[in-house]
T-cell receptor, first 114, second 116 residues
Framework: AQSVAQPEDQVNVAEGNPLTVKCTYS??????LFWYVQYPNRGLQFLLK??????LVKGSYGFEAEFNKSQTSFHLKKPSALVSDSALYFC????????????FGKGTRLSVIA | GAVVSQHPSRVICKSGTSVKIECRSL??????MFWYRQFPKQSLMLMAT?????????EQGVEKDKFLINHASLTLSTLTVTSAHPEDSSFYIC????????????FGPGTRLTVL
């Protein structure tokens, strides 16, 4: 079975500071990993994904994430946070192979303070 | 990026009535579509997976007779909540994927269902 853990319910960061949203995963095989962002009363917007290749993945809006196989982590990062980055962030994983759906973490609310 | 639409965005209905929610992939053909339910301040809970032309696969605990899913074409899936009750009130989000599991899932904007 696959699962995702987002250990922080809430992350607060000052505007202009770097931000990190943590994610660890568990799959039986190799993972496909995704980050999505959700604004209030909206669906999810795709940020970035890791399938294979370079462990550092760059995505939309200046976000990036680093795949660490030994630590089974896929933390989301941004060098300089903006107030407009404030939203709910979801990490998701899917096991390679088959028609398996994404499994989501519980979400982390990011608040960027001006 | 790929665009997924949902209609309606918000619906209020009386208890006992049925509500249909449409999900469309606007600029790609979706071999697989997913329906999720999200409770306030919680994560997305997968309800069912559907492939075009075949029956949906429901997750454990999801009543297939209550939540009817039809994936009639490569661009349209519908979720019908039958005999809705107040506890069915939730945010329903659909998602679509072009092809194999390496593809990204794109999400619709969601439908807020309120059952009075």
């Amino acid at each position: 079975a696959q699962s995702v853990a987002q250990p922080e319910d809430q992350v607060n960061v000052a505007e202009g500071n770097p931000l990190t949203v943590k994610c660890t995963y568990s799959v039986s095989g190799n993972p496909y990993l995704f980050w999505y962002v959700q604004y209030p009363n909206r669906g999810l917007q795709f940020l970035l994904k890791y399938i294979t290749g370079d462990n550092l993945v760059k995505g939309s809006y200046g976000f990036e994430a680093e795949f660490n196989k030994s630590q089974t982590s896929f933390h989301l990062k941004k060098p300089s946070a903006l107030v407009s980055d404030s939203a709910l962030y979801f990490c998701a994983v899917r096991d390679i192979g088959g028609n398996t759906p994404l499994v989501f973490g519980k979400g982390t609310r990011l608040s960027v303070i001006a | 990026g790929a665009v997924v639409s949902q209609h309606p965005s918000r619906v209020i209905c009386k208890s006992g009535t049925s509500v249909k929610i449409e999900c469309r992939s606007l600029d790609f053909q979706a071999t697989t579509m997913f329906w999720y339910r999200q409770f306030p301040k919680q994560s997305l809970m997968l309800m069912a997976t559907s492939n075009e032309g075949s029956k949906a696969t429901y997750e454990q605990g999801v009543e297939k007779d209550k939540f009817l899913i039809n994936h009639a074409s490569l661009t349209l899936s519908t979720l019908t909540v039958t005999s809705a009750h107040p506890e069915d009130s939730s945010f329903y989000i659909c998602s679509a994927r072009k092809g194999p599991s390496t593809d990204t899932q794109y999400f619709g904007p969601g439908t807020r269902l309120t059952v009075l």
